[in-house]
């Protein structure tokens, strides 16, 4: 039996999450690995997925290691006891370089919504949660990093406010191409 698809969420929940606790991301972060197979097979000649299970085994264990930084913000978004999205946020020293974008940023190393609350706003009501957070540790600036081909997630985050900024390019060191 499925659950019914909501189509709008009142007021959502915050759950700061622990290292103890992250097991609670595993089906949230395996919906968003279905997502990144389906959204990155234009890569597939140069970058093989891995299995669900060896993705959640990697992915755990990198969150461990952020979370042990207690800057790190692993934010769980409920609607009341389901879990409807979250995010894992990590902070870095930014060196000056070309834009002042003050002394730490913001990377948003993962933000997976539940596929059942697509278009309810969780989102938006989420990234407006990690901005107050960010604000209210002095943070100015986000980077997100989309999938180039997720045209509906770079939608969102455009009318969020983002805009481009870095291109990310990915070929495998042996890979064919043009030479100077």
């Avoid at 039996?1 to 103890?20: C, E, I, Q, S, W």
């Avoid at 409807?84 to 060196?95: D, I, K």
Wanted: charged fraction near 25%; proline fraction near 4%; glycine fraction near 8%.
């Amino acid at each position: 039996m499925t659950k019914p698809r909501p189509n709008d969420v009142g007021v959502l929940g915050f759950r700061y999450l622990g290292a103890h606790e992250v097991e609670e991301l595993a089906d949230l972060w395996c919906a968003l690995h279905q997502q990144h197979a389906l959204g990155a097979s234009h890569l597939s000649d140069i970058i093989s997925t891995t299995s669900m299970d060896e993705s959640w085994r990697r992915r755990r264990a990198q969150y461990l290691a952020w979370m042990s930084d207690p800057e790190t913000l692993a934010i769980l978004a409920e609607n009341g006891d389901d879990p409807a999205g979250y995010a894992m946020v990590t902070l870095r020293e930014n060196p000056q370089g070309s834009w002042d974008r003050g002394e730490r940023v913001a990377i948003v190393q993962t933000f997976a919504i539940d596929p059942e609350y697509a278009g309810t706003r969780v989102g938006s009501k989420l990234l407006e949660e990690i901005r107050h957070q960010l604000a209210a540790m002095g943070i100015r600036d986000i980077e997100f990093s989309p999938l180039a081909t997720a045209s509906e997630d770079i939608s969102f985050l455009e009318t969020e406010g983002f805009r481009p900024f870095v291109t990310t390019m990915v070929c495998r060191v042996d890979g064919f191409g043009a030479h100077d």
